[in-house]
């Protein structure tokens, strides 16, 4: 079975940093992804994970330690569009979403 | 370039209705999946496709039952639709070929269902 945690909520001040954290139990594991989700949209690709170590792209940043069954997304200089919610999601055979992080951003 | 589209994206019936959700993607993925999402529970896997005439279920597959005749189309239909069923459905498709971020899916807009 799969069991992916992540926190609920998170608010943070605009040009913040906010770190949302994933952990995971899973059968199987062939990588992690992160989507971000607009509030009625549909979720977008945002980074993926297969190896230890932290992987960038422009402001944001995404950990894996696989050992450790954890991972975490970093959100730099964040923007009132960064408010979303953000989908931790783990690869076996298929993809298995943890129940999202909704991040408010405050001007 | 089209990519993945739904339809409806908005539905509302009656409990005891049928009800089919379409989704077509242009890409020619090879695999294509049905979520649901509720709050609190975020996406959940109903069916899976990996290919034309090739489907599985997923985590909750009870009530709804999937076909694909064509790569390019994968229908939801809600047999009998119960007012447990009202949620957003995200069809989704990716080109998996177990290889790395190729596991990426890609969603369509989804259909908001609401069963009475």
């Known amino acids: ?107 | 370039d089209a990519g993945i589209t739904q339809s409806p994206r908005y539905k509302i019936t009656e409990t005891g209705r049928q009800v089919t959700l379409m989704c077509h993607q242009t890409w020619s993925h090879s695999y294509m999946f049905w979520y649901r999402q509720d709050l609190g529970h975020g996406l959940r896997l109903i069916y899976y496709s990996a290919a034309a005439d090739i489907t599985d279920k997923g985590e909750v597959p009870d009530g709804y039952v999937v076909s694909r005749s064509k790569t390019e189309n994968f229908p939801l239909t809600l047999e009998s639709a119960t007012r447990s069923q009202t949620s957003v459905y995200f069809c989704a498709s990716s080109d998996t070929s177990g290889l790395g971020s190729s596991y990426e899916q890609y969603f369509g807009p989804g259909t908001r269902l609401t069963v009475t």
């Open chain 1, 1 to 107: 079975g799969q069991n992916i945690d992540q926190p609920t909520e998170m608010t943070a001040t605009e040009g913040a940093i906010v770190q949302i954290n994933c952990t995971y139990q899973t059968s199987g594991f062939n990588g992690l992804f992160w989507y971000q989700q607009h509030a009625g949209e549909a979720p977008t690709f945002l980074s993926y994970n297969v190896l230890d170590g932290l992987e960038e792209k422009g402001r944001f940043s995404s950990f894996l330690s696989r050992s450790k069954g954890y991972s975490y997304l970093l959100l730099k200089e964040l923007q009132m569009k960064d408010s979303a919610s953000y989908l931790c999601a783990v690869v076996d055979y298929k993809l298995s979403f943890g129940a999202g992080t909704t991040v408010t951003v405050r001007a």
